[in-house]
């Protein structure tokens, strides 16, 4: 008996989640196309027309998708309704009832508009709309910027290639498909993809497959991709009714009820016994009463937001929910905002382009990289491109905060930092006094943190290629920010740690390997930062000239100091007085050594560096010879002497 009292808790408990009565559609968006009728015209009689029979269509037919036409050219109105294919044929008339209005209020007077609810799409225009594939349309995701979005990527792949072949697959009245699979944690994805049904196996495939590519950009648990011809949406709660969706309810997604250790039947007569069971029940019933009450309270809340956003959303701010081309700013407003692209507002010229100050009209600070001409890249290759790297969000990158494309222009909109470079500090004689033992210390962590963040926490694993003083920029605060990371990807899709033979990057912070045999991988980016670790602490140049010619350069000397047990020589002297810190100065040199390793596997990873650099009980290995001492080795024509440009201060990124 007093089992039971849980169990019908629980059960209720499961009622109460799934028996919410539906509530009214969630309007998503609108895409209303050029091309206006007048008020009274005949294309206003024929649409109304059109829209009173479908409206009358849903009441009826059980497919969910209904097609009218009226009138005669030019004033013909062609228009669809599809609705989700789990959606029952009330919520089907509701949600369509619903679009007419949302098509009158977004697009007025248009010719040619398509409205998307969560439950169903409106679609009509004055040109045949069905029987070709349209892939203009919007993404709706939730912004939860979620850390294991390559997990949930992977673990729904099968889902996706499954629902995109069973969606293809259907009649020409209904190509839907719907299912869920485990993903990471204790998490459920559920998907759904429809296509219009009129077309065919070949074309709601391609459609669904453009949809499909999407989502790795979204590193959302909620992504809605709404086109004209298909719609793809995944979640981690469940937005379909599965009884009629065919797949199975997920039982197993719902956490199996606590295993408490149940008593075991007293022995009679033990009073003592019996009160502590009794208290043992009490306990559990008051914990299952408070999961419940919190579970209801959570979900109520969640639906709450959700409607919330709604409101949010149809008053036009874009702020849980955004779509993607949020980030795509006008040509001209950033180009006005660069005063055309003055040489006053020129900041730099770094790799793949120069770099400009710009103010937008609301006083915003930003800095605009535009681009060298000849990436080779497409248009939509660029975009996904740049979505990708606007996601990647951390204290030690310099923000993406948008793009402009216009022809071969292209540009990228970064956060404006407010201090210069670090090598307009390190370098300096008199700023470099600025930066102190611990400020310095703190720039070494950030950027190690930052490549970190870019090699593994970011689903690409970018490899910088391009790490030095110059790149490496100091806020207010003098935390660091790395830029220019991901910008090669834009020139150069689709390596990634293959050998490359368009090389870029910067002779003296190039891993050897990298710079003579093409080998590019993470531990390219840990030699260019030992090196970085070593100028910082140095406050030298890798490639310091005297009159003209190369000094002996950083590394070496570096190397030469350290197998004399003069490693504290090489500490920048304006470090040194006073400080108590040798010791982690040396450290910080051990672990630069570490990092320059001549081969690539005796480098340690950046995780490790961070680790190093965080605690000083962590034993080092022992560093041998960096690369480029000695004149063999690496050098891939013993006898010859090595590359010239080696050492020199060539910046071969620009040309390329
Ligand atoms: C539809 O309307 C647009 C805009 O008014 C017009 O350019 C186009 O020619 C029309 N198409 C047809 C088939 O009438
Ligand atoms: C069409 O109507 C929309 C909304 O009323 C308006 O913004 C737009 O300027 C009109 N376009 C033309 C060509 O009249
Ligand atoms: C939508 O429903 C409302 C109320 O149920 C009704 O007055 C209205 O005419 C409907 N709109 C259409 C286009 O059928
Ligand atoms: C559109 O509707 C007409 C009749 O109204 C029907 O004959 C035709 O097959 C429909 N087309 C599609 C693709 O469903
Ligand atoms: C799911 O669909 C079935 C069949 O149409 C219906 O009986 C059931 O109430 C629906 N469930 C929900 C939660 O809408």
């Known amino acids: 008996?007093?089992?039971?009292?849980?169990?019908?808790?629980?059960?209720?408990?499961?009622?109460?989640?799934?028996?919410?009565?539906?509530?009214?559609?969630?309007?998503?968006?609108?895409?209303?196309?050029?091309?206006?009728?007048?008020?009274?015209?005949n294309y206003q009689i024929n649409l109304n027309s059109v829209i009173s029979s479908l409206a009358s269509a849903t009441t009826t037919a059980?497919?969910?998708?209904?097609?009218?036409?009226?009138?005669?050219?030019?004033?013909?109105?062609?228009?669809?309704?599809?609705?989700?294919?789990?959606?029952?044929?009330?919520?089907?008339?509701?949600?369509?009832?619903?679009?007419?209005?949302?098509?009158?209020?977004?697009?007025?007077?248009?010719?040619r508009a398509t409205v998307w609810y969560d439950d169903c799409m409106l679609r009509f225009s004055n040109e045949t709309i069905l029987g070709s594939v349209d892939t203009n349309g919007r993404v709706i995701y939730t912004q939860d910027n979620l850390q294991n979005a390559d997990e949930l990527y992977q673990a729904m792949r099968p889902l996706i290639d499954r629902l995109k072949t069973e969606a293809a697959g259907g009649d020409s009245r209904r190509k839907f498909a719907?299912?869920?699979?485990?993903?990471?944690?204790?998490?459920?994805?559920?998907?759904?993809?429809?296509?219009?049904?009129?077309?065919?196996?070949?074309?709601?495939?391609?459609?669904?497959?453009?949809?499909?590519?999407?989502?790795?950009?979204?590193?959302?648990?909620?992504?809605?991709?709404?086109?004209?011809?298909?719609?793809?949406?995944?979640?981690?709660?469940?937005?379909f009714n599965a009884t009629v969706a065919l797949s199975p309810p997920p039982t197993e997604a719902l956490a199996p009820?606590?295993?408490?250790?149940?008593?075991?039947?007293?022995?009679?007569?033990?009073?003592?016994?019996?009160?502590?069971?009794?208290?043992?029940?009490?306990?559990?019933?008051?914990?299952?009463?408070?999961?419940?009450?919190?579970?209801?309270?959570?979900?109520?809340?969640?639906?709450?937001?959700?409607?919330?956003?709604?409101?949010?959303?149809?008053?036009?701010?874009?702020?849980?929910?955004?779509?993607?081309k949020s980030l795509q700013i006008s040509f001209d407003v950033i180009k006005a905002s660069t005063g055309n692209f003055s040489e006053n507002n020129k900041l730099g010229d770094g790799g793949f382009g120069v770099v400009y100050k710009g103010k937008l009209e609301n006083g915003k600070e930003i800095a605009v990289k535009r681009l060298s001409r000849g990436s080779g890249q497409g248009e939509q290759e660029f975009v996904n491109e740049v979505l990708l790297l606007a996601r990647l969000q951390h204290r030690n990158l310099v923000r993406l905060l948008g793009f402009s494309l216009e022809g071969s222009e292209r540009l990228l909109m970064?956060?404006?930092?407010?201090?210069?470079?670090?090598?307009?500090?390190?370098?300096?004689?008199?700023?470099?006094?600025?930066?102190?033992?611990?400020r310095r210390y703190k720039i070494i962590a950030g950027i190690a943190r930052g490549v970190l963040y870019l090699h593994e926490d970011s689903r690409l694993k970018i490899i910088h290629r391009d790490l030095k003083a110059s790149n490496v920029l100091l806020d207010a605060e003098m935390i660091p920010k790395i830029a220019d990371f991901g910008t090669a990807r834009l020139f150069t899709p689709e390596e990634s740690q293959a050998n490359t033979f368009r090389i870029v990057g910067t002779y003296g912070y190039m891993a050897p390997e990298y710079a003579l045999y093409g080998q590019l991988s993470v531990k390219s980016d840990v030699y260019s930062f030992g090196v970085l670790l070593l100028e910082i602490i140095t406050g030298r140049n890798n490639h310091t000239l005297q009159n003209g010619a190369v000094i002996e350069d950083l590394l070496s000397h570096a190397w030469k100091c350290w197998r004399n047990g003069r490693a504290a020589s090489l500490i920048d002297p304006t470090l040194k007085d006073?400080?108590?810190?040798?010791?982690?100065?040396?450290?910080?040199?051990?672990?630069?050594?570490?990092?320059?390793?001549?081969?690539?596997?005796?480098?340690?990873?950046?995780?490790?560096?961070?680790?190093?650099?965080?605690?000083?009980?962590i034993t080092l290995a022992v560093p041998s010879e960096p690369a480029f001492v000695t004149q063999t080795g690496t050098n891939p024509n013993p006898g010859k002497p090595l590359p010239k440009g080696y050492t020199s201060t060539t910046t071969i990124s620009n040309n390329l």
């Open 62 to 111: 059980t497919n969910g998708f209904f097609n009218r036409s009226a009138g005669q050219p030019p004033d013909t109105v062609n228009a669809f309704v599809l609705c989700r294919g789990d959606v029952d044929p009330d919520t089907c008339r509701r949600c369509v009832n619903d679009s007419f209005d949302m098509a009158e209020r977004y697009c007025p007077y248009r010719k």
């Open 414 to 438: 970064y956060e404006f930092v407010q201090n210069a470079s670090l090598d307009k500090f390190i370098f300096h004689p008199a700023r470099r006094m600025i930066l102190n033992w611990e």
């Open 178 to 239: 719907s299912g869920d699979t485990p993903g990471p944690g204790f998490m459920t994805v559920y998907g759904v993809m429809q296509c219009t049904p009129e077309l065919s196996e070949d074309e709601c495939y391609n459609c669904l497959e453009s949809a499909v590519n999407q989502i790795p950009i979204y590193r959302s648990s909620d992504v809605r991709i709404l086109y004209p011809s298909c719609i793809l949406r995944y979640s981690s709660s469940r937005f």
């Open 578 to 617: 006073g400080s108590n810190s040798i010791r982690d100065m040396i450290r910080c040199i051990h672990i630069g050594l570490l990092c320059v390793q001549e081969d690539a596997s005796d480098r340690p990873t950046m995780a490790s560096v961070v680790l190093m650099l965080g605690s000083s009980s």
């Open 1 to 41: 008996m007093l089992k039971i009292i849980p169990k019908s808790i629980l059960l209720l408990c499961f009622h109460l989640l799934t028996l919410i009565p539906p509530t009214k559609s969630r309007f998503l968006d609108t895409r209303c196309d050029d091309g206006n009728y007048t008020a009274n015209s």
């Open 257 to 324: 009820p606590p295993r408490l250790p149940l008593p075991s039947p007293p022995p009679p007569d033990n009073r003592n016994n019996k009160t502590i069971i009794i208290t043992v029940v009490t306990i559990t019933i008051i914990f299952m009463i408070l999961c419940l009450v919190f579970f209801c309270i959570f979900t109520r809340r969640k639906r709450k937001l959700g409607m919330n956003s709604n409101l949010v959303h149809e008053q036009g701010e874009v702020d849980e929910i955004s779509t993607a």
